[in-house]
């Protein structure tokens, strides 16, 4: 008897890809109705640490069998799909696979960059996030990979404008959250002055891919864009 199982919107993981039978996800990333999941009758439900916790904790009450993911690297995605693979019973290696025909996209060398995720406040990965492991897995030089500080999100840091300015990354790869964020960036007064904006070394990036895995083809599409950088 196979596993049916669902997960959260903005789960970071790529069940999509699998081929399963009875798997059911929510697209967008509004929080779902939790009376909707129980009427789904799942046996497993997948949430992202530290948004659904308080969702996970209330399926868990009613008897429904949780699991709480933090992907935060290639190392932690590749592990989640074994260990998931294993309870659900199917093949992790078709996925395992594109992980590393994608990684294989990797250039030897590429340029610095600065990715950017919100204006206000101005936020970057650090290396201790998807997306700084992400671009250390293309060798691309994340300028913001080393700093620590308060910030509303694990592995991301606050930056000021005077902070991006001294930057000054060759590449600066900006963060579409459906909120025309290169827009607001280009009526900012730093902006102009940033080596990468006076050469066009400005790429747009979707927030799943980069910032979320989302799923496969989000992450093969990433791959793509950061290998021709």
């Not at 060398?109 to 250390?136: E, T």
Request: with cysteine; net charge negative.
């Amino acid at each position: 008897m196979q596993t049916s199982w669902w997960a959260f919107p903005a789960v970071p993981f790529c069940g999509r890809a699998i081929a399963l039978p009875d798997s059911k996800w929510s697209e967008g990333r509004a929080e779902p109705d939790l009376e909707k999941i129980v009427a789904l009758e799942p046996d497993l439900v997948l949430g992202a640490t530290g948004f659904h916790d308080k969702s996970l904790a209330r399926l868990e009450a009613l008897g429904i069998e949780t699991l709480a993911v933090n992907v935060d690297g290639w190392n932690a995605l590749r592990t989640l799909t074994e260990d998931l693979a294993q309870q659900i019973g199917a093949d992790p290696t078709p996925l395992l696979d594109r992980y590393d025909a994608c990684l294989a996209q990797a250039p030897e060398s590429s340029p610095s960059a600065l990715v950017l995720v919100s204006r206000q406040p101005l936020l970057s990965p650090n290396k201790d996030s998807w997306a700084g492991d992400f671009l250390a897995q293309f060798n691309i030089q994340n300028l913001t990979a080393e700093l620590q500080g308060e910030s509303p999100f694990d592995g991301y840091v606050t930056l000021s404008e005077e902070k991006v300015l001294t930057s000054n990354p060759e590449a600066l790869l900006v963060v579409d959250t459906g909120e025309n964020l290169l827009e607001q960036l280009k009526g900012d007064a730093f902006w102009g002055d940033l080596q990468a904006t006076q050469t066009e070394a400005v790429y747009t990036f979707d927030y799943f891919g980069l910032v979320n895995p989302g799923s496969i083809a989000s992450i093969e599409q990433t791959c793509d864009q950061l290998s021709q950088l």
